[in-house]
């Protein structure tokens, strides 16, 4: 299970490079974002999660991620927004279950 993590998080790691290096850095900051959640995801089922706001950051950024892909991004990418809205709403339950309980 942890492989497939690892190399989710290194293909889309790589997808970013790539699409930095060749003048998509919209996209390119899409890839790094799922790279970067996939990432602290991984830790969290490995029982060392990252502190909370790490998990509010990446929910924060992916949402605007998925703004900015649905209503600003001319073509729209429809996909590509409805997937960042999805993972920013799961960094957040993450984040959620981060919170220490009184």
């Given at each position: 299970?942890?492989?497939?993590y690892v190399i989710t998080t290194f293909l889309f790691l790589?997808?970013?490079?790539?699409?930095?290096?060749?003048?998509?850095?919209?996209?390119?900051?899409?890839?790094l974002l799922i790279a970067l959640y996939v990432h602290a995801?991984?830790?969290?089922?490995?029982?060392?999660?990252?502190?909370?706001?790490?998990?509010?950051?990446?929910?924060?950024?992916?949402?605007?991620?998925?703004?900015?892909?649905?209503?600003?991004?001319?073509?729209?990418?429809?996909?590509?927004?409805?997937?960042?809205?999805?993972?920013?709403?799961?960094?957040?339950?993450?984040?959620?279950?981060?919170r220490p309980s009184h």
């Amino acid at each position: 299970m942890g492989a497939i993590y690892v190399i989710t998080t290194f293909l889309f790691l790589i997808a970013g490079i790539y699409s930095l290096f060749s003048n998509q850095s919209f996209f390119a900051l899409h890839y790094l974002l799922i790279a970067l959640y996939v990432h602290a995801s991984f830790y969290e089922l490995k029982g060392q999660p990252f502190p909370r706001p790490l998990y509010i950051g990446v929910a924060f950024f992916l949402a605007a991620d998925a703004v900015i892909q649905l209503f600003f991004f001319q073509p729209s990418n429809f996909l590509g927004g409805i997937i960042s809205f999805f993972l920013s709403f799961s960094a957040w339950q993450s984040a959620q279950r981060q919170r220490p309980s009184h």
